[in-house]
């Protein structure tokens, strides 16, 4: 045999050993996975037990949390969605898993792409120790205190009073139809601009500065995406197509696109949007810190008036710790992120299922009218009628049940110890776990028919629609919630109500039967469209 020959049998062979070895290895692999693996006696897809790909999929999609309902609905409260994760449908996991203070679970190294897309710099919602955790969220908190949700509520009233004439004067202009949804995005964005940076945004007012409003959802795909959006020129908004904080690889790429020059090429139009949004925050913190400085000159600051103050001027009471601007500024692209997209979805959500269910509009807008005797008058503090309105609590709570703002689960991991009994199941260290709001608020052992849009269920009059109040959690639960819940309901409880005692609204005549589900893409906070609807003014 020639010397050409024999290379090129040799190569043949040198292949199809590599071939054999390579196949022999998936092989064993899936078989340790599917029948030896601690995890194995929990159900689940059989592909998603073999392999991360079908989560990270569902994740580039967008319909995760839907993917986890599906699953739960087919296999039961607990399932295993890839080989080392398990989401849980049940109060207990989620007490056992995000409430409980003893337990030997922290956040996953999912939140690093988060802290990585930040120039590394821990905030709040990065912050995977639980005792730095503390001291940010104490810090945080004292922007959310009910002494500083007084001082917001005149801003907050009265940028809603003047989103409310624009909007008017938008529905006169096509015909009373109007995306309620992007107007509700530019009114929380306004108010957030007022309240973080001491100035509105003017998104309201102004078309042309609106594009800041879409690199929300962008951004949050900048986290964990190498690229953004569809192709499709008929998408109304955003796709996330590559969700690195899934991906089986993501430990690789994570450090490729944050912590390379690569990241900006290949990183896409979400890399480059989540630049932005923090070249936008840091420029205005920087113009809000120069502009107290010069009060201060002056003796004319005003301490505690928005989030700056109280986030500036307080201390951690336990270590005497306190925020520099570089730790405000991490801090605020979390408010915008999260302040922002979920607010706004929630009311886009709340407007969608009234204006399916026009009996419930009615007695909800009586129930505004009767306690309120003009627009002015409706009021959040503590001696208002507002927050006693318990109709109208309950239609945003089961809005918020139905498309809550955080679909998904946000993923946690058992430490290295003895591991963690979970729903009566004992799991090893470094197996994933979580729950996913959109799944457990579907679950017909806590929402008896679980899929209608039924308020009363919340009220005295359940008709038999039972609920359990321990199965719901829009802003997640526990230490590691949403710290701003407080500021969010006061947002949907004034914005609802003062629309609703200026306009009447049904569906957009083109309309037509459409979904009686508000359906949300999954991009951290959950991401909707529209609603389009036709708004008819009742009071001058």
Request: aromatic share 10%; proline share 5%; hydrophobic share 35%.
């Amino acid at each position: 045999m020639d010397s050409g020959k024999r290379l090129r049998y040799d190569t043949t062979i040198c292949v199809q050993t590599s071939l054999v070895y390579f196949l022999l290895c998936i092989i064993a692999v899936a078989v340790y996975r599917l029948a030896l693996h601690p995890l194995a006696r929990h159900p689940g897809p059989l592909f998603a037990r073999i392999s991360a790909i079908p989560n990270w999929y569902h994740a580039k999609r967008g319909d995760r949390h839907e993917w986890l309902h599906k699953m739960h609905t087919q296999y039961g409260t607990i399932v295993r969605f890839t080989p080392n994760s398990i989401s849980f449908n049940t109060p207990s996991a989620l007490e056992s898993i995000y409430k409980s203070r003893k337990a030997n679970i922290i956040k996953s190294d999912w939140y690093q792409c988060v802290r990585d897309s930040a120039g590394g710099f821990e905030s709040t919602f990065t912050a995977r120790d639980k005792a730095r955790h503390g001291v940010k969220r104490r810090l945080l908190s004292h922007a959310f205190s009910d002494k500083a949700l007084r001082e917001y509520e005149p801003r907050i009233c009265q940028k809603i009073s003047s989103w409310l004439d624009y909007l008017e004067a938008e529905a006169e202009a096509k015909n009373g139809t109007v995306d309620l949804g992007e107007w509700c995005n530019f009114l929380i964005f306004d108010i957030l601009g007022d309240l973080a940076f001491g100035a509105s945004f003017g998104f309201t007012a102004k078309e042309e500065d609106r594009s800041i409003v879409g690199l929300v959802p962008r951004a949050t795909g900048g986290w964990y995406s190498v690229s953004t959006r569809s192709t499709d020129p008929t998408a109304q908004s955003p796709r996330l197509t590559s969700q690195l904080g899934y991906h089986p690889l993501t430990k690789w790429w994570r450090h490729i696109l944050f912590k390379t020059p690569l990241g900006s090429l290949l990183g896409g139009r979400s890399y480059r949007d989540n630049a932005r949004l923090r070249s936008f925050c840091l420029g205005k913190l920087k113009s809000r810190a120069t502009s107290k400085k010069t009060a201060t000159i002056s003796g004319q600051e005003n301490k505690g008036c928005d989030m700056f103050e109280h986030l500036l001027s307080g201390r951690d009471p336990e270590t005497g710790e306190s925020y520099s601007l570089g730790d405000l500024a991490c801090e605020n692209v979390l408010l915008m992120v999260a302040g922002s997209q979920s607010t706004a979805g929630a009311l886009s959500a709340i407007f969608f299922y009234l204006a399916h269910h026009p009996g419930k509009l009615t007695r909800l807008r009586n129930e505004i009218h009767q306690a309120f005797d003009s627009e002015n008058a409706i009021r959040y503090s503590a001696d208002s009628k507002l927050s006693g309105l318990s109709y109208l609590r309950a239609c945003i709570d089961e809005a918020m049940r139905l498309s809550p703002p955080t679909p998904g689960h946000l993923p946690r991991e058992i430490l290295e110890k003895e591991g963690s009994v979970i729903d009566g199941c004992w799991f090893p260290p470094q197996t994933k776990v979580g729950i996913a709001p959109y799944a457990l608020h579907r679950n017909a052992l806590y929402f008896s028919q679980p899929l209608s849009f039924h308020p009363e269920r919340w009220t005295e009059e359940h008709e038999g629609r039972e609920m359990q109040p321990s199965a719901f959690a829009p802003f997640s639960a526990g230490a590691t919630g949403c710290v701003g819940q407080k500021l969010a309901m006061m947002e949907l409880s004034l914005v609802v109500a003062q629309l609703l005692w200026r306009f009447d609204l049904s569906l957009a005549l083109h309309g037509g039967d459409g979904p009686v589900e508000y359906r949300m893409r999954d991009c951290f906070i959950g991401a909707g469209e529209g609603p389009r609807l036709q708004l008819i003014q009742s009071h001058p």
